[in-house]
């Protein structure tokens, strides 16, 4: 079937129409006329897969993955075109949900469009009695896209995979399932973890890698028990920002985008002065970033987390960072509201994709709470949250972060004032 791209919708597929149905394809840029391949019919739209161009828009640009389909779905796009493309989206969700656009809205384009990822997670396949790694397919847990090297992590973590590759085939590690990599940008550091279906012999792998890299660690994880231990080294690496040092612990989520986290923090700060004597609540403050950064210019900081890891490096960072400011809540985020009896100068909420849940949304409303720094991996479930949180609070400023050039992915930080 041939069909015509009218737009790209968040998140990241090509819309077009036939007799009236909507379309979603996976890649088409707008006015490209495309063939298509169906392979799924809803009441209300058609799923399929882009199998020829036909004129080729002159923002179509080659992709520099061979997978880029799995990792990076707007590899294939002008990189100006895409910031013009996330811009839309965001315009376009807010104007849905909201009725209306912020005045102040700021789109802070990529530091670095290839090569930015601190961290990378691949599958380990053996293809003609050879290793390969390999992304999952998008929508499917048993199937694969062989990777042979991915531009968008950094080069250190190209040329790191490259050796850990050699050497699983050295070696013959064929218990090995899956890896991840972590790099410190600051502090040169490289940390492995290893996922095993049983147990084998890592020691002569490890020390050929800590011959040639800045190894920090090495952790063996058992996929079956989920049973971790630590092969070599560490099981954290350091980072250093805005002169704190943070430890990262190996199952820690962390921005994978150093560059962009010192722009969002920044925007932060700006709209957070003066600090003096303010209190601070970071909700799913996870190892503690935004309220480590904060706690030396302000007089208290709460940061309510409840995963036990989490936990774990956040006292590790409050202690080499001298903190003392910095009081912990190991608890859920809405059990913690559901008991919440005062407001705060400043409340930092970060939560998962799915947003903030409605009971949290209604808690801050009913506090006393001055501002809200509300950071966001997803522009829709944010627009759905301020929909609600606009009963009582005005948006200041709206900003984007592109952490994720090459991908549909749209990172925020609004900033709502109390009316």
Known sequence: MKTTIEKIIYPGKSLSRNEGKIIF???????????????????????ATTIEIFNPSPYRVKPRCTHYKTCSPYQYIDYEFQVNIKKEQVREIFLKQLKN???????????DIFNYRNKI????????????FAYNLT????KYELVEECFLASKNINAFLGSVLKLITKWKLDFIEEVVVKESLSKNQMLLIIYCNHSGNMTETINELKEKFPLRGVIISDSKT????????????????????????????????IPMLNLLIEDMQRHALPLNNKIIADLYCGIGTFGIIFAKDTSKVIGVESDYQNIRFLKKNLEINNIQNFYIKHKDCKKWMASLKEGFDILIVDPPRKGLDEFICKKILESNTGTVFYISCNPATLARD???????????E??????????????????????
């Open 226 to 257: 989920g049973k971790s231990t630590i092969a070599f080294g560490y099981d954290f690496i350091e980072e250093k920002i805005q002169n704190r040092l943070f430890y990262i612990g190996a199952e820690s989520f962390f921005q994978i985008n």
């Open 101 to 111: 656009i912020p005045e102040r809205f700021t789109f802070r384009k990529a530091c």
């Open 25 to 47: 394809t996976d890649e088409g840029l707008p006015g490209e006329e495309v063939l298509i391949n169906p392979i799924k019919e809803n009441k209300d739209y058609t799923k």
């Open 398 to 419: 709206l900003y984007a972060y592109d952490f994720f050039p090459q991908t549909f992915h749209i990172e925020t930080l609004t900033i709502l004032r109390k009316i």
């Open 386 to 396: 301020l929909k609600i949180l606009s009963e009582g609070y005005r948006v200041e």
């Open 139 to 142: 929508e499917s847990h048993n």
């Open 121 to 132: 997670n691949l599958s380990l396949k053996w293809a003609n009695e050879k290793p390969v």
